[in-house]
């Protein structure tokens, strides 16, 4: 399960791109975007997310 990036509240700032250990998080059109293939479901993401855009999925 990977998580969610509610594109309505994303503000495309990148922090959890950053922390992310296995790089499943990308900008596409100024939006994080989750790579499900990718994400090991560590939930950095959601932590460093100043928006709270990103949630369990």
Same mark, same amino acid.
């Given at each position: 399960? /990977?998580?969610?990036?509610?594109h309505d509240?994303? =503000? #495309?700032?990148g $922090?959890c791109? =950053?922390?992310c250990?296995? =790089? /499943?998080l =990308?900008? &596409? $059109? #100024? &939006?994080?975007?989750?790579?499900?293939?990718?994400?090991?479901?560590?939930? /950095?993401?959601?932590a /460093?997310?100043?928006? $709270?855009a990103?949630?369990?999925g």
């Amino acid at each position: 399960m /990977a998580v969610v990036v509610n594109h309505d509240v994303c =503000e #495309g700032i990148g $922090e959890c791109i =950053e922390v992310c250990p296995v =790089e /499943a998080l =990308e900008l &596409k $059109e #100024g &939006k994080a975007v989750c790579i499900d293939d990718l994400c090991i479901d560590c939930l /950095a993401c959601i932590a /460093a997310c100043p928006v $709270e855009a990103i949630s369990e999925g």
